[in-house]
C-alpha cells in the first residue's frame, strides 16, 4: 500500500466495497477475522476456560478423597481387628460392673476388707447414684480409724476385688486412743452398669424437651 492508496482512504464507497484497492480490503479482513477472534474468545473460550479450572480443582479435590479412602481399605482388616479387640476388652471392663442386684454384695465386700485390715469403721453411708450414660456411679462416704499400715491394707485390699471400687478425696488426721492411731475419711465409689430400660427411662424424652421451648 502506497502514500497515493493511504490519500485515497476517505473517498472509499462503503457500499461498494469490491471496487476498493486491494490493500484496503486486506485491512477490513484483517479488522473483522481479529474481532470475530476476540468476540468468540469472550463469549466461548473464557467461559470454557473457567469451566476447566473448576474442573481441574475438583479432579484435585476427588484424587485427595479417593488416596484418603484408599488408604482406609488398605487398612480396614488392621481396624477390623482392632475394633474385635475394643470390643472384647470392653466387655472384660463391663463384667467388672456389678449389676443392680450384686450391689449390696459389693458393699459388704468392701466393709469386709476394711474390717480384715483392722479399720473401725465410724462410719459407712452410702449416698444417691449418678447415671452416667450407660453405667451408674454409686459414692460411699466413708469414715475409719486405724494405723498407716492398716490404710495400706484397705486400699491394696479394695484394688484387689473383682469388682471395680476406687477411693477418692482422702484426708488423713491425727489423734485416737493410741499415739499411732489416726482416723481416714475418703469417698469410695463403684460402679454398675445400667440395664437397658433403665437407659431408655434415663433418657430425657422429645417430648420433654419440646415443652421447655419459652413462649414468645
Given at each position: ?47 470454557q476456560?473457567?469451566i ?5 480443582a ?17 487398612n ?17 471392663l463391663?463384667q ?7 450391689v ?18 465410724q ?5 444417691a ?7 451408674a ?19 491394696s ?26 482416723t481416714?475419711?475418703?469417698t ?12 431408655k ?16
Amino acid at each position: 500500500m502506497n502514500l497515493s492508496d493511504l490519500s485515497n482512504i476517505n473517498n472509499l464507497d462503503p457500499s461498494n466495497i469490491g471496487s476498493w484497492p486491494l490493500a484496503a480490503r486486506a485491512i477490513v479482513i484483517l479488522l473483522l477475522c481479529g474481532t470475530i477472534l476476540f468476540a468468540g474468545y469472550y463469549f466461548d473460550t473464557s467461559d470454557q476456560l473457567q469451566i476447566l479450572e473448576k474442573a481441574q480443582a475438583k479432579e484435585t479435590t476427588l484424587k485427595k478423597t479417593f488416596e484418603t479412602k484408599q488408604a482406609k481399605a488398605k487398612n480396614l482388616d488392621a481396624y477390623k481387628a482392632q475394633m474385635v479387640e475394643m470390643e472384647r476388652s470392653f466387655g472384660a471392663l463391663l463384667q467388672q460392673l456389678p449389676g443392680k442386684t450384686e450391689v449390696p454384695g459389693l458393699l459388704d465386700d468392701i466393709s469386709r476388707v476394711g474390717i480384715q485390715s483392722g479399720l473401725v469403721f465410724q462410719y459407712f453411708k452410702p449416698e444417691a447414684e449418678t447415671v452416667k450414660g450407660f453405667y451408674a456411679e454409686l459414692p460411699i462416704q466413708i469414715r475409719v480409724t486405724g494405723n498407716y499400715h492398716q490404710f495400706g491394707n484397705f486400699v491394696s485390699g479394695t484394688a484387689a476385688l473383682p469388682r471395680i471400687v476406687t477411693l477418692h478425696d482422702f484426708a488423713i488426721t491425727k489423734g485416737g486412743k493410741s499415739a499411732s492411731e489416726m482416723t481416714m475419711v475418703a469417698t469410695a465409689k463403684t460402679y454398675r452398669y445400667l440395664e437397658k430400660s433403665e437407659i431408655k427411662s434415663s433418657k430425657p424424652s422429645k417430648k420433654g424437651k419440646k415443652g421447655k421451648k419459652r413462649k414468645r
